[in-house]
């Protein structure tokens, strides 16, 4: 059975700092792995998603890579900013379809 | 606009009671899903259709049901039998090609 897991928990920095959040699986035949930022109380929202076939993605500030053999992902943000302070979930898409989460890195950016 | 509607965004149940909470998708895909979340958790998978007239069980199904009808509709019911229905719930869905999994913003669902 797949379990992901994210660590830290919680991290907090000071703006203008890039940090670095992980998320590490324990089956590495995933069909995808695919990044969510979460608001309190909102649904989520998708960062990137990398294929099983790719070793990273890029959009804007934001950079994912996958380490199959590894088991790992490691999502980039460069030069934080206060709205990116939200939860960050990744999820692992194995070849039957269904995803497993992580129980999320929330993250909060200080002025 | 394509998008993922669910309605309501906050719902109240009184115990011994089955609701239902609207899950809408515009964006011609074919798979949904039904997650749960509770604070400070990941999400929980309770079901998914990947076809219309299809769905599988998750890996919390128990208390739950689901019906695949139309392509666009796929609405989830609490029923009495679930022990604990307060929570966050979450529908999503998938396209073919790259599947991108996309949510909706969520219903809220308290016991009184």
């Known amino acids: 059975k797949q379990e992901v897991t994210q660590i830290p928990a919680a991290l907090s920095v000071p703006e203008g700092e890039n940090l670095v959040l992980n998320c590490s699986f324990t089956d590495s035949a995933i069909y995808n792995l695919q990044w969510f930022r979460q608001d309190p109380g909102k649904g989520l929202t998708s960062l990137l998603l990398?294929?099983?076939?790719?070793r990273e993605q890029t959009s804007g500030r934001l950079n994912a890579s996958l380490d199959k053999s590894s088991g790992r992902s490691t999502l980039y943000i460069a030069a934080s900013q206060p709205g990116d302070s939200a939860t960050y979930l990744c999820?692992?898409?194995?070849?039957?379809?269904?995803?497993?989460f992580g129980d999320g890195t929330t993250l909060t950016v200080k002025p | 606009d394509g998008g993922i509607t669910q309605s309501p965004k906050y719902l109240f149940r009184k115990e011994g009671q089955n609701v239902t909470l609207s899950c809408e998708q515009n964006?011609?895909?074919?798979?949904m899903y039904w997650y749960r979340q509770d604070p400070g958790q990941g999400l929980r998978l309770i079901y998914y259709s990947q076809i219309v007239n299809d769905f599988q069980k998750g890996d919390i199904a128990e208390g739950y049901s689901v019906s695949r009808e139309k392509k666009e509709s796929f609405p989830l019911t609490v029923t009495s039998a679930q022990k604990n229905p307060t929570a966050f719930y979450l529908c999503a869905s998938i396209g073919q090609g790259v599947n991108e999994q996309f949510f909706g913003p969520g219903t809220r669902l308290t016991v009184l």
């Open positions: 964006l011609n895909h074919d798979a």
């Open positions: 999820a692992v898409k194995t070849n039957a379809g269904k995803s497993t």
């Open positions: 990398i294929q099983s076939s790719q």
